[in-house]
């Protein structure tokens, strides 16, 4: 995560630094985001507020207990007792301030961020090239790469893992032929080349894909793509 969470949530740490350490971090993912590049900053940023939540949830939960525990406890030596855990909670108290003002600095960024992926989802179209439906496992798409002013054209293969007993699907993409604009008057007529000349699946589902974007590609355009890709071979029909 670029950030080491366990350090910077640590009891009896030097908050100052942490806030500066977390800052440094969430402004070079903004770096990013300010150049258009959705990832890995977007993925970062889910992981960091959901620790953070799950950091808060079970020290507020800590701090309850110590509290009713000590306030139920009679033995000689309770003024210790109660000396120590006062520095406990005060040490919980710092850390709990310091995880909610975390989730607020990362909860800007993470907005800015569901911004642009919002922005590039609707403005990214995602067809089939063919007039049936078929075998949607294993197939190709094409891809314009506006920014380099080339097509992609990748192989794709629906996969599941395992994942705490549940079934995750996910699409690996083979980059198979990149392909000047200027070669091609239309993307039609580069697949129906693609598909007589150089290609060895049998009748295969083909899609393409259209968008104006010139956003960064492997950071951005590319893992949208994959998203809406999973999306139509999921669905009963292709999505146009």
């Known amino acids: 995560m670029n950030i080491d969470i366990t350090k910077i949530t640590s009891c009896g740490s030097d908050w100052e630094t942490n806030r500066y350490t977390f800052l440094k971090t969430l402004n070079a993912w903004k770096g990013d985001l300010r150049k258009n590049k959705l990832y890995p900053?977007?993925?970062?940023?889910?992981?960091?507020?959901?620790?953070?939540?799950?950091?808060?949830?079970?020290?507020?939960?800590?701090?309850?207990?110590?509290?009713?525990?000590?306030?139920?406890?009679?033995?000689?030596?309770?003024?210790?007792?109660l000396e120590k855990a006062h520095q406990i909670s005060s040490q919980l108290d710092k850390l709990i301030d310091f995880v909610k003002w975390g989730l607020e600095e990362n909860l800007d960024l993470l907005n800015e961020a569901l911004i642009i992926k919002d922005f590039v989802f609707d403005n990214i179209n995602i067809k089939p090239f063919c007039d049936t439906d078929k075998y949607r496992g294993k197939g190709f798409i094409l891809v314009p790469d506006n920014k380099l002013s080339v097509y992609k054209i990748y192989l794709y293969e629906l996969s599941i893992n395992w994942h705490i007993d549940e079934p995750i699907e996910y699409l690996e993409l083979d980059l198979l032929r990149s392909v000047p604009f200027k070669f091609y008057n239309s993307v039609e007529t580069l697949m129906n080349d693609f598909i007589k000349n150089s290609q060895s699946l049998y009748d295969p589902m083909i899609y393409i894909c259209e968008s104006d974007l010139d956003f960064p590609f492997n950071e951005t355009i590319l893992p949208i793509v994959k998203s809406k890709l999973l999306d139509s071979v999921n669905s009963l029909y292709p999505n146009y």
């Open 41 to 81: 900053a977007i993925d970062l940023s889910w992981q960091l507020q959901s620790k953070f939540n799950t950091i808060l949830s079970e020290n507020i939960e800590s701090k309850f207990w110590l509290e009713r525990e000590v306030k139920g406890t009679f033995i000689d030596d309770k003024l210790v007792l």
